[in-house]
């Protein structure tokens, strides 16, 4: 693990882990447990099948036995001597009554206050970018444990437990998910669809989607995608040179205002909700690939970097514009930084694809022609620091995650309100009073995706 974690608290002794398989808590809980049994911790595993299907070479009778083994001595390696094996088959492992039961008898008998299980969504994330399909037995005992658990502690759900002398337990306090992807993204979703982007998009940099799109040489017949499109600051312009456009972003609730935005101007790009470190497009499938202050904010830069370069047809263009660290936005996210929750696993700090080595490096020698330029656009506000500060507590998704991160605790909301106000009066460059102005360090890149 990386440090980049959310602690999770470890105020308890008693810990089950229960996964479908041998091997699987090795790809995500092993060294949390090893850290868990070396503070005295108790921890105990359970396998619902021995993975006996899980070895092409080597049949189930002979595979299940050398896999139980395996377990039992990686789990010894972690301080755990308790493994239960439940004898469910591999590979078909049927969610139901019977595999509820049997997850309830364990959780009766050791009587955890944590449970840690494998993700039961269609995906996990391995790591950047990684998202695998999940496999039906994952999906099966993860929800069957979620279930098992309210089970285990109901003495009248599987009375026939209470006649083999497991009495009720309802001690869980936590459920820990492994490999839980999509909550990531869920969380992603819901921080840029709270306040209102498209007016910050609207009242703030106007100008900055039509700069990508001439930069990047849109025209008519131009088949473009506009990656983290918010309310389409870049696919609206792009669309209005007669190019056919995708706008794409992770949060659809955007979609609506850019839908009304692109009415007025008398245009219609396709929507599409999208993943940028995922993105649902054939490779080579566009001209020219656009994200004007989007993808940046894709907490994989490289996973991201890969997916502009993957959907770009060889010989077009890839066009972003990014905040740089040391401008007005880089700034205001590092004045949030020591107020927000730690960034997810695997995550890079947005701002850093407004640094020209970052970005060749995340591209290397998959483009040529690259150009590099650092600009400004310039923000304008009729009130004072303060009445912007308020703008940004109202409108801005990242800023409105921060506020309700701290929102228990008033002494952190004023210290925040107090250096978010300093960032604001140090860089306003207004000269009459009740009136701010800033002016915003971008990188612009364009570049050409290689022929080979
Ligand atoms: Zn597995």
Redesign the pocket.
């Known amino acids: 693990m990386n440090g980049q974690l959310q602690a999770v608290p470890e105020d308890w002794n008693r810990a089950m882990a229960i ?3 041998p ?2 808590l090795e790809y995500g809980a092993a060294s949390a447990i090893a850290r868990w049994t070396r503070a005295g911790r108790s921890v105990a595993y359970v396998m619902v099948t021995d993975g006996e299907a899980g070895i092409d070479g080597l049949h189930p009778l002979e595979a299940g036995p050398v896999r139980q083994k395996e377990q039992v001595a990686s789990a010894a390696l972690v301080g755990v001597g308790d493994v239960a094996f439940l004898g469910h088959h591999d590979g078909v492992v049927e969610g139901g009554l019977d595999l509820r039961r049997d997850i309830a008898r364990e959780v009766r008998r050791f009587r955890p206050e944590v449970l840690v299980t494998a993700t039961f969504e269609l995906t996990y994330g391995m790591g950047p970018g990684q998202h695998i399909l999940s ?1 039906a ?2 999906r099966a005992v993860g929800v069957a444990v979620l279930d098992a658990t309210r089970d285990a502690g109901n003495r009248w759900i599987f009375p026939e437990l209470l006649d083999e002398g497991y009495a009720p337990w309802d001690g869980v306090r936590h459920v820990y998910v492994m490999g839980a992807n999509e909550q990531l993204k869920a969380k992603h979703r819901a921080l840029w669809a709270a306040g209102d982007y498209p007016a910050v998009a609207t009242d703030l940099i106007p100008t900055l989607g039509p700069t990508l799109v001439e930069s990047s040489g849109v025209r008519a017949g131009h088949r473009v995608l506009d990656v983290a499109a918010g309310s389409g600051n870049a696919a609206i312009p792009a669309a209005a040179t007669g190019a056919s456009v995708v706008a794409s972003d992770l949060t659809p609730e955007l979609f609506g205002a850019g839908r009304r935005i692109a009415a007025q101007r008398g245009v219609a790009p396709e929507w599409v909700e999208a993943d940028a470190e995922a993105l649902p497009f054939a490779d080579a499938s566009f001209d020219v690939v656009l994200s004007c202050v989007g993808a940046m904010f894709a907490p994989h830069h490289q996973a991201t970097a890969d997916e502009l370069i993957r959907v770009t047809r060889p010989g077009g263009t890839i066009g972003t514009i990014n905040w740089t660290p040391p401008g007005f936005i880089g700034q205001l996210f590092a004045t949030m930084k020591p107020y927000a929750p730690p960034p997810p696993p695997g995550a890079s700090p947005a701002p850093l694809w407004g640094d020209e080595e970052h970005v060749r490096a995340l591209f290397g020698d998959r483009i040529t022609d690259i150009d590099v330029q650092r600009r400004t656009v310039v923000m304008e506000h009729n009130g004072d620091p303060a009445g912007f500060r308020e703008y940004w507590k109202r409108n801005y998704g990242p800023t409105i995650a921060v506020y309700k991160h701290n929102a228990t605790d008033p002494d952190r909301v004023a210290a925040l309100d107090r250096d978010f106000l300093e960032l604001l009066t140090t860089w306003n460059e207004a000269d009459t009073p009740g009136r701010t102005r800033y002016q915003a360090e971008y990188l612009l890149v364009t570049a050409r995706r290689s022929l080979t």
């Open positions: 996964v479908a398989h091997d699987d496999q037995d994952h």
